[in-house]
């Protein structure tokens, strides 16, 4: 037998999940939210968190900004609990408790590299990705930490490994904003928004999902 058509299995351990969808309905939802929060933003001063410009709200989107908000976090507190078991790998029914808030960024703003302490989903929304989606050379991408920092290519740093999300092992791994698309992942996993260049807005909804 060749070495070649061996088979073999390969474990996925100490995985760190992104879960990325696309909602049907973003259109209906990004069309009810955008004027809410460009109200909210003309008549709030900005929260300051992670912002390197930019406007941040209050942690109490949900409270304000109506059924659209509601039926995100929804969406959200379902898919948490598609994607988390307990320690045999049981389904588990969770009542998340939950914060959001809104970003609106534009040209030269971004978020630095931080982390969600306290929760254990975080996630993102994207209501108007500034035109992003359309030319990816506009930037506000969402950047992702490899956990294990540098040293998975410390020794080689011109091999990665042959299975889903090898190839950014020991770098950052990014996710094109897109309106309508909602990520969702580990919140102490370390992550940034990388400096908007467009023109337009780039508008999104984050959460935090805690026990």
């Known amino acids: 037998m060749s070495s070649g058509t061996l088979a073999f299995e390969t474990v996925a351990a ?10 049907p309905d973003g259109a209906q939802l990004n069309a009810a939210l955008v004027p809410v929060l460009l109200k909210r933003e003309a008549e709030k001063k900005s929260e300051s968190r992670s912002t390197l410009g930019g406007w941040q709200s209050s942690l109490d989107l949900d409270k304000w900004a109506g059924a659209p908000a509601i039926k995100l ?23 998340w408790q939950a914060n959001m808030w809104a970003n609106i960024n534009r040209s030269g703003h971004g978020n630095e590299f931080h982390s969600h302490p306290g929760s254990y989903w975080s996630g993102v929304y994207y209501v108007d990705d500034g035109g992003v989606s359309a030319d990816p050379s506009l930037g506000g991408e969402l950047e992702f930490m490899d956990p294990r920092g540098p040293a998975p290519a410390m020794y080689a740093p011109h091999l990665a490994f042959a299975l889903p999300g090898g190839l950014s ?5 990014t996710i094109v904003p897109k309106a309508g698309r909602l ?26 999902l805690s026990l």
């Open 14 to 23: 100490f995985a760190t999940p992104i879960i990325v969808v696309d909602l």
């Open 73 to 95: 976090l929804a969406i959200a507190r379902n898919i948490a609990n598609r994607i988390t078991t307990d320690r045999t790998g049981k389904p588990v029914t969770i009542l």
């Open 169 to 173: 092992v020991g770098t950052n791994q």
């Open 183 to 208: 990520v969702m992942f580990p919140a102490w996993l370390l992550h940034q928004v990388r400096p908007y260049r467009g023109t337009a807005q780039r508008i999104s909804i984050a959460f935090n």
